[in-house]
């Protein structure tokens, strides 16, 4: 009976760093996903690429913008297809994730130049919910700031 209770306990010291390292790899896989998303958004408002937002944006997606209105997915679509005759470039600076299990919030910034308008540099300052659904990351919901960027 002791001996078994020995192999037992030893067994369960023995799997509990394996999980933690599981647990750590999948969290490093999840964050590196985001990111990756994360930049792939905000490039796509200069190239009006959008399969990424079509993927990572859940269907019951809202998102507030700068002004303070609400857009869907579909209406975050139709206005990426139409942004590269705005911006002329949009490339992510840096974005933090924080992980809580099936959820997450990502935080960050991007530069823009816009082709016409005022200002002509800027930046969105942002935080993006995500949910892990069906074994996938999607944006739930996200808010958007401009903030100003000075050139010299």
């Not at 005759?85 to 992980?99: A, F």
């Amino acid at each position: 009976m002791g001996a078994k209770l020995y192999c037992l306990t030893f067994a369960v010291f023995l799997a509990i760093p394996v999980a933690l390292l599981s647990q750590d790899t999948s969290q490093k896989e999840a964050e590196k996903y985001i990111i990756a998303c994360e930049r792939q958004w905000a490039e796509s408002v200069a190239n009006g690429d959008t399969s990424g937002i079509e993927r990572f944006l859940a269907n019951d997606f809202i998102g507030v913008d700068p002004d303070g209105s609400h857009y869907t997915k579909a209406q975050m679509v139709a206005d990426t297809k139409e942004a590269p005759r705005t911006y002329i470039s949009n490339h992510l600076n840096e974005v933090k994730v924080r992980l809580y299990g099936d959820a997450a919030v990502a935080q960050g910034s991007e530069s823009w130049v816009r082709r016409t308008g005022t200002p002509k540099y800027g930046r969105f300052v942002w935080t993006d919910t995500w949910i892990k659904r069906d074994g996938g990351w999607q944006i739930v919901a996200a808010e958007d700031l401009i903030v100003p960027e000075s050139r010299k």
